[in-house]
């Protein structure tokens, strides 16, 4: 059985790739939202490309090929927790923040005075140098 608060972290997870999904014009938000809905409503977990498979809004093909993609972009805000520059409630209020208001991650975080100019800047740098396989190896 998952805690609440793995339940949140999924949530939240299945919510950042459900926008990779919408930048990449594969689905609506309106198909997120219903395919999110369904999740929360399943009696065994399902992930949310499943969901959307199941949904037929996205081919098994593009779920594969979109998760290869999605795995080796690395985020800013994963970057900055990863290194310590960051906690992870931190990200959360300014991922939250970014939900309901728009704006660039960077700036929120540097807004809410959880990271410095200089070290957004440093993230940005070294988010562009590496590969999500660079940076867990």
Do not use: W
Not at 11 to 23: H, T, V
Not at 65 to 78: K, N, V, W
């Amino acid at each position: 059985m998952t805690t609440q608060k793995e339940a949140f972290i999924e949530e939240i997870q299945a919510g950042f790739f459900g926008d990779f999904l919408i930048s990449k014009s594969l689905i609506t938000a309106e198909q997120l939202r219903e395919g999110l809905a369904l999740q929360e409503k399943k009696k065994r977990h399902l992930r949310i490309g499943e969901i959307l498979v199941e949904l037929g809004y996205l081919s098994f093909d593009e779920l594969i090929s979109c998760l290869r993609e999605y795995r080796t972009q690395i985020r800013l805000g994963e970057l900055l927790v990863s290194n310590g520059d960051l906690r992870y409630l931190q990200l959360l209020d300014a991922l939250d923040e970014q939900r309901r208001h728009g704006g660039q991650l960077g700036e929120i975080l540097v807004r809410l005075d959880f990271c410095t100019p200089d070290l957004v800047e440093e993230a940005l740098e070294l988010q562009r140098s590496l590969s999500l396989d660079e940076l867990l190896a």
